[in-house]
């Protein structure tokens, strides 16, 4: 997939829509309906056919949903997207402070006793469901599924994609997909479980090594699989999708149309593994209405698939290398469109700023699509964590602000993202001193050392801390796990506040730590860093050490670099970092934007 501008939710759609819901809760004597904005595949990225959350209140934000209520339409959301879903959605709906405010808390607040929330059971896990369900009983609130009611009353909803799926290639897996399968079926041997229902399909994609067009910027193919304490895998999809993919899944994984995936579980014996916290909660329901034995336990595929191998990891760097000299090319062309800035009627949009980008990536001859879509926000929007530009959105870059570019690209060996933030002329007052603190935290991350054991809740404060001796701070994870052209957003590693997943070899994740001025600028620094085991120190104690190898070479913006501030170890990464930039990328380049990246590169 690539960009496109188009104003998909516009505030006054949703009042008419919401109308119109509720008159279906009516009919269906409910008082509540819940609206993820997630779908039955759990996915960041979803068909335009499950944008339900947007296409009934016009928040187009990647995390969130809503509660609509027959008095009151609570839209939850995170901090974010407060910014954002402040000119997104109309006065009808009212934006909740998430996760601050619980749902189960709203709910009990906002309804009477007696009164029943429906929900769809193909879009809320068992885990969701049974939270929920835990607290608003003892409060006589009750909790039904129901045929879904946005898709009733969503009359123009778009069609499936039909692009089939492919088969991803050995080279860059590293294992083949009966090697997966051995694998995963030893480790529910192991948990005396007979098989496993698999839902994700970025777990389906990993392991039978093969991927799909389905959702946007994320190749996963759409679908379910059930593997068996053996190996052998039943693969439930769309008619035709899989039809190209005989010969490469052989004869030990059999092809199902996705309608015989619920008919399927009734002919299990268990235990039967199910994440509580991933599969539909029909998907319990179903096997629970057969007696089957359900056995409770995270997907088997998620850890093994964080963990990459020698061959996904030698992909992301190539693919990292070829995606860093388009984005110098970028930078480099920027400059020169930024000295232009005020010269006649010469002019720079956020839309051209995309535009010019993806060019310079398609120009490698191996992008596949982008990762996400691109955040080119420049002044105020780029104080908006998640902005997306539209035809409606669009500004023009204008000396004298910032511009915040968060990009990425899909490529059959990896996926990217960076992020740079770039001084159009000169920059707004302590924009630059910020930038640094920033920068600093960076820094603290790409060079941590830390124990075997640790997990991201462990590392967040060291991005964070230079920021925090200021009285600053940002309302969005450090980093976020990558996949191996897989998602560009990947479970369960993070490094974040909150999060528990242990850091283990061969994790790749993101560093990402920012800062955000609402109405005047954003800040964010994003490189991509791999886990791996950290050299020995001499005379130090034979404890095990990770560190991380930095993927992602572009420059930093040296016209925001306080140099002062900085300490001499911190200026002598960032040298070092250059250093190894120049040498890796000038090779890819040649003329001008050579020249752009050696000046880019110089020593502080």
Known sequence: MYQNFATTARPEQ?????????????????????????????????????????????FTGSAGFAAILHDKAGVFIDGRYKIQIKSQVAPDFTAVD????????????????????????????????????????PKGIGLEPQDNLVDMIWEDRPAAPDAPFIAWPEEYAGKSHAEKRAEIAALLREAGQKCAVITLPDSIAWLLNIRGDDVPSTPVPLSFAILDDTGRCELFCPKGKADDLRDHLGEDVDVLDIDAFLGALG??????????????????????GWETKISEDEDPCILPKARKNAAEIEGARAAHLRDGAAVCRFLHWLDGEAEKLGQGDHRLTEIGVVTALEGFRRETGELRGISFETIA?????????????????????????LLLVDSGGQYLDGTTDITRT?????????????????????????????PKGLAGRDLDALARFPLWTAGLDYDHGTGHGVGAYLSVHEGPQRISKGAMTVIEPGM??????GYYREGHFGIRIENLIVTREAPQIPGADDREMYDFETLTYVPLERRLIVAEMLSAVERDWIDAYHATTLEKIAPRLDGAARDWLTAACAPL
């Open 98 to 137: 998430w996760p601050a405010t619980k749902l189960a808390d709203w709910l009990i607040a906002e309804l009477p006793e007696g009164g029943t929330v429906g929900y769809d059971a193909w879009l809320h896990t068992p885990h969701e469901i049974g939270e929920l369900r835990e607290k608003l009983q």
């Open 377 to 401: 926000g420049a002044g105020e929007h780029g104080a908006i964590t998640h902005y997306r530009v539209t035809e409606d959105t669009d500004r023009e870059v204008r000396p004298g602000e």
């Open 422 to 450: 770039i001084a159009i002329g000169q920059p707004p007052e302590d924009a630059a001193q910020c930038y640094t603190r920033v920068l600093q935290g960076m820094i603290a991350l790409s060079r941590a050392r830390f």
């Open 508 to 513: 790749i994740l993101s560093n990402e730590p």
């Open 14 to 58: 949703g009042p008419p829509r919401l109308a119109a819901l509720r008159e279906r809760m009516k009919a269906a004597g409910l008082d509540g309906w819940i609206v993820p904005r997630g779908d039955t595949w759990r996915g960041e990225n979803v068909r335009a056919r499950d944008e339900r959350l947007a296409w009934l209140t016009g």
């Open 267 to 288: 002919q299990l014996s268990g235990p039967v593994r199910v994440d509580p916290k991933s599969a539909p909660s029909i998907v319990e329901t179903t096997l629970k």
